[in-house]
Nanobody, 125 residues
Framework: QVQLVESGGGLVQAGGSLRLSCAASGRTFSRYAVGWFRQAPGKERIIVAAISWSGRNTYYTDSVKGRFTISRDNAKNTVYLQMNSLKPEDTAVYYC??????????????????WGQGTQVTVSS
């Protein structure tokens, strides 16, 4: 069983920054791929960014490229999402998820096995 706990959400003005954290349990965290997803009201959940178990391979959806950075600290069992130049359209509940058997260090798009409870990010205009 893997538990994921997100933190760092909040209310920020457009142009501001937030850093989300995803703390994971599990002795083999360094072998998990981890993704950040978001779901805005009335919309489907989409993947925002993902990172391979080593951290060498990452994925970003087009709308956040150049603004968001995903990183991980395997010694702390934590994955981060640094969000800069935030826009009102970034407002959503953000979830982290873990793929515990990605197969290789290039597999970052799941399927994901475990999910956190989510953290709200609200960007005001």
């Amino acid at each position: 069983q893997v538990q994921l706990v997100e933190s760092g959400g909040g209310l920020v003005q457009a142009g501001g920054s937030l850093r989300l954290s995803c703390a994971a349990s599990g002795r083999t965290f360094s072998r998990y791929a981890v993704g950040w997803f978001r779901q805005a009201p009335g919309k489907e959940r989409i993947i925002v960014a993902a990172i391979s178990w080593s951290g060498r391979n990452t994925y970003y959806t087009d709308s956040v490229k150049g603004r968001f950075t995903i990183s991980r600290d395997n010694a702390k069992n934590t994955v981060y999402l640094q969000m800069n130049s935030l826009k009102p359209e970034d407002t959503a509940v953000y979830y982290c998820a873990a793929d515990v058997s990605p197969g290789n260090d290039y597999a970052v798009l799941g399927p994901y096995d475990y999910w956190g409870q989510g953290t709200q990010v609200t960007v005001s205009s």
